[in-house]
Nanobody, 125 residues
Framework: QVQLVQSGGGLVQAGGSLRLSCTAS????????MGWFRQAPGKEREFVAT????????YYKDSVKGRFTISRDNAKNTVYLQMNSLKPEDTAVYYC??????????????????WGQGTQVTVSS
């Protein structure tokens, strides 16, 4: 069993930055593909970014490319999402997720086995 505990998030003005963190329990975090998803009110949870177990491969939703950066520190069992140039449309609850099947990268929500508790990100205009 893996537990994912998120931190970060909050309220920021448009153009500002936030960093989300997600720390996993368990000794095999380094084997997991990790992802970030978000869910805005009245919308489905959508893919934002993913990173391979080694950190060597990443992939992003088109609308966040160049603004968001996913990274991981396997020694700390932690994955990060650095969010810059934030826009009001980035407002959502953000979730980290772990895929225990160790795909290179993964964008499909249904492939992820473990989820964090979610953290609110609000971007004011």
């Amino acid at each position: 069993q893996v537990q994912l505990v998120q931190s970060g998030g909050g309220l920021v003005q448009a153009g500002g930055s936030l960093r989300l963190s997600c720390t996993a329990s368990g000794r095999i975090f380094s084997r997991y593909t990790m992802g970030w998803f978000r869910q805005a009110p009245g919308k489905e949870r959508e893919f934002v970014a993913t990173i391979s177990w080694s950190g060597g491969s990443t992939y992003y939703k088109d609308s966040v490319k160049g603004r968001f950066t996913i990274s991981r520190d396997n020694a700390k069992n932690t994955v990060y999402l650095q969010m810059n140039s934030l826009k009001p449309e980035d407002t959502a609850v953000y979730y980290c997720a772990a895929d225990s099947e160790a795909h290179n990268i993964e964008v499909r929500r249904e492939e992820y086995d473990y989820w964090g508790q979610g953290t609110q990100v609000t971007v004011s205009s």
